[in-house]
């Protein structure tokens, strides 16, 4: 089981967790095209490693409003499924409508813990989940839950963003909110959005989690929009970790924080629009 830093509080933790993403489901779901767009090649490496295929069931943890749950449905085909499960009600139910408006019956949807899976032992043949493993508070107990749902032989397989130094495009807001918000630095072990990302710690803690045969690739994932302001309204409306995190500052230091972060992500603008630095590793193991 993972230590947490002294003084956090994982409970209240994943109750906020909870919150800003009800507050920011319409957002995602209205967001889909271009999350598509930056997640895509990542998503594609994630379920060729997997070898996920026809025939299928899979468990998408931490689902969102509907992929890669959408794209694993069209992959296992009318033999296999796809549970979706989020600890959001709100976003979920993006999922639900955008699998029933694409005419995908094989995909069913639950509100779930992802630490805590209401589902029996060696149901499924691979778990998914993208950019969804870092913000469990116990990540050890997430992964031993994926494991206990697996059947033998089955595998998992997650993405996360690697470094802060190769995800600028995240990394700045970030460093800029938690300097005028006074954060401490996370500590090792707290869920966040590089909290599995140095070298060699995704494959580490798969292969702690007791997975064999673990395989890691890097992605690059550059988020390309027409200008820096587009990508700070794509933050502003849709990453619940920085709501997250700006939620302790008054109204006009936030919007303070906002200008801040506009003019830094500037740097990235060029002849072709904005093209923020993202890079993601994805893990695979087998049980």
């Excluded at 494991?147 to 700045?172: D, Q």
Aim: net charge negative.
């Amino acid at each position: 089981m993972v230590a947490q830093s002294v003084g956090f509080d994982p409970v209240r933790y994943k109750e906020t967790t909870r919150e800003q993403w009800q507050g920011v489901a319409e957002a995602w779901r209205r967001w889909g095209p271009t999350i598509e767009d930056w997640l895509g090649a990542a998503t594609r490496a994630m379920l060729d490693l997997a070898v996920i295929g026809p025939g299928d069931r899979v468990l998408d943890v931490a689902a969102g409003a509907g992929e890669p749950a959408l794209t694993i449905a069209r992959r296992v085909g009318p033999t296999g499924s796809v549970l979706a499960t989020d600890i959001a009600p709100n976003i979920l139910a993006h999922a639900a409508t955008a699998a029933a408006e694409q005419g995908l019956g094989n995909v069913e949807t639950r509100v779930m813990d992802g630490e805590r899976l209401d589902l029996p032992d060696a149901a499924f043949d691979a778990v998914t989940s993208r950019v969804g493993l870092i913000y469990f508070p116990d990540q050890g107990r997430a992964l031993a839950e994926t494991r206990r749902v697996l059947k033998p032989g089955g595998r998992v397989a997650a993405i996360v963003y690697t470094t802060p130094e190769r995800n600028r495009f995240f990394s700045i807001p970030v460093g800029i909110i938690r300097r005028r918000a006074q954060l401490p630095p996370p500590a090792p072990g707290q869920p966040g959005p590089f909290s599995l990302g140095g070298d060699g710690v995704l494959a580490d803690v798969l292969a702690r989690a007791g997975f064999r045969d673990v395989r890691t690739e890097i992605v690059p994932s550059p988020l390309r929009l027409p200008s820096a302001v587009d990508c700070v309204r794509f933050e502003r409306e849709a990453f619940g970790a920085l709501h997250q995190m700006l939620s302790g500052l008054p109204e006009p230091e936030r919007e303070a924080a906002w200008d801040e972060i506009t003019a830094e992500l500037g740097q990235f603008e060029g002849p072709d629009g904005f093209a923020g630095p993202c890079e993601m590793v994805v893990g695979v193991g087998t049980k």
